[in-house]
Nanobody, 120 residues
Framework: QVQLVESGGGLVQAGGSLRLSCAAS????????MGWYRQAPGKQRELVAP???????NYADSVKGRFTISRDNAKNTVYLQMNSLKPEDTAVYFC??????????????WGQGTQVTVSS
C-alpha cells in the first residue's frame, strides 16, 4: 500500500506564488508517472503537469510558463512550483503517482487534495 501526503496549499493574492509538495510512502520500489491534477468547483478534474521517471515534463496550456513540476526520486516526492498565480488557478490540487507492484501490475494512487485559492 502507498500513502500520499500533500502540503503547500493556501490563500494567495493574484501574482503570488505557492509550492505544493506530495510525498509518497509505503511499499515503493520505484515510481513511474507522477503528476498534478486540479479540480475547480463545477468542473472536471484536469491534468496540470506530469513528470516521468526520466524527468520529462509537460504542462497544460493554461499554466505554461508559470508552473514548474519537479521530483526528488530519493524522497519519492513531487513538487509543483506555481508562480504568477491567477484567480482562475483556484482549485483543489491532487497529486497522482503510478507505482509498479512486484506482480507487474501498476497501481495509481491519489493524494487527499490541497486547496489553492487565488484572490483578485
Amino acid at each position: 500500500q502507498v500513502q500520499l501526503v500533500e502540503s503547500g496549499g493556501g490563500l494567495v493574492q493574484a501574482g503570488g506564488s505557492l509550492r505544493l509538495s506530495c510525498a509518497a510512502s509505503g511499499s515503493i520500489a520505484s515510481i513511474n508517472f507522477m503528476g498534478w491534477y486540479r479540480q475547480a468547483p463545477g468542473k472536471q478534474r484536469e491534468l496540470v503537469a506530469p513528470i516521468t521517471s526520466g524527468g520529462s515534463t509537460n504542462y497544460a496550456d493554461s499554466v505554461k510558463g508559470r508552473f514548474t513540476i519537479s521530483r526528488d526520486n530519493a524522497k519519492n516526492t513531487v513538487y509543483l512550483q506555481m508562480n504568477s498565480l491567477k484567480p482562475e488557478d483556484t482549485a483543489v490540487y491532487f497529486c497522482n503517482v503510478h507505482v509498479p507492484a512486484r506482480s507487474g501490475t501498476t497501481y495509481s494512487y491519489w493524494g487527499q487534495g490541497t486547496q489553492v485559492t487565488v484572490s483578485s
